[in-house]
């Protein structure tokens, strides 16, 4: 099993950048695919970035393409999400999640552990 808390966000001003990070709990951490979703208020749950076990595959939303990027290191049991060039539309709630699949999925049934989440509020 593993346990995920994500921190590092906050209030940022749009253009800015801001870095996400999930720690994990757990042995297996290193075989599992690792996610960040996000919910904007009033929406629902979405994919944001994905990375497999190795960190060899990653797979990003659209939206954040080219913005966003997703890595591990697995010797810290740590997902990371540098979020740069940010929108006021990246407004949410984002969730780490951790996948026994082991892949980059961007279906939320793919994984199986859920952090408590972290607000990331940008202003325009």
């Known amino acids: 099993q593993v346990h995920v808390v994500e921190s590092g966000g906050g209030l940022v001003q749009a253009g800015g950048s801001l870095r996400l990070s999930c720690a994990a709990s757990?042995?297996?951490?290193?075989?599992?695919?690792m996610g960040w979703f996000r919910q904007p208020p009033g929406k629902a749950r979405e994919f944001v970035a994905g990375?497999?076990?190795?960190?060899?595959?990653?797979s990003y939303a659209y939206s954040v393409k080219g913005r966003f990027t997703i890595s591990r290191d697995n010797a810290k049991n740590s997902v990371y999400l540098q979020m740069n060039s940010l929108k006021v539309e990246d407004t949410a709630v984002y969730y780490c999640?951790?996948?026994?699949?082991?892949?980059?999925?961007?279906?939320?049934?793919?994984?199986?552990?859920w952090g408590q989440g972290t607000q990331v509020t940008v202003s325009s």
């Open positions: 990375i497999s076990w190795s960190g060899g595959s990653t």
């Open positions: 757990g042995r297996t951490f290193s075989t599992y695919g």
């Open positions: 999640a951790g996948g026994r699949y082991g892949g980059s999925s961007y279906l939320e049934h793919e994984y199986d552990y």
